[in-house]
């Protein structure tokens, strides 16, 4: 039974940060991919980072890049997800998932957590 499990969420100011953590258990962390996601009230569900197993390879969604920071340690079977310059835009539930690869696309990782609130107040 995989378990994923997301911390780190809260409530910020516009321009704050926020460093979300999700702990995995139940396989073998560093054989897989894993990513972040999110979605906002009425809106779908959207990538936002994802990483290989090494932790070398990363791809973040636009509306991110240069802001947002995925990294994983896999001693401790816990992926990362640093966030800088937070806007109100940024609000949303943050899940953290698993699949064998890297993808941009949800219905591609088989796992997720149960989710994490971040509020960004203007």
């Known amino acids: 039974q995989v378990q994923l499990v997301e911390s780190g969420g809260g409530l910020v100011q516009a321009g704050g940060s926020l460093r979300l953590a999700c702990v995995a258990s139940?396989?073998?962390?560093?054989?897989?991919?894993m990513g972040w996601f999110r979605q906002a009230p009425a809106k779908e569900r959207e990538f936002v980072a994802t990483?290989?197993?090494?932790?070398?390879?990363?791809d973040y969604a636009d509306s991110v890049k240069g802001r947002f920071t995925i990294s994983r340690d896999n001693a401790k079977n816990t992926v990362y997800l640093q966030m800088n310059s937070l806007t109100p835009e940024d609000t949303a539930v943050y899940y953290c998932a698993t699949s064998l690869y890297s993808s941009v696309i949800p219905r591609e990782y088989a796992y997720w957590g149960q989710g994490t609130q971040v509020t960004v107040s203007s």
């Open positions: 139940g396989r073998t962390f560093s054989n897989y991919a």
């Open positions: 990483i290989n197993w090494s932790g070398r390879a990363t």
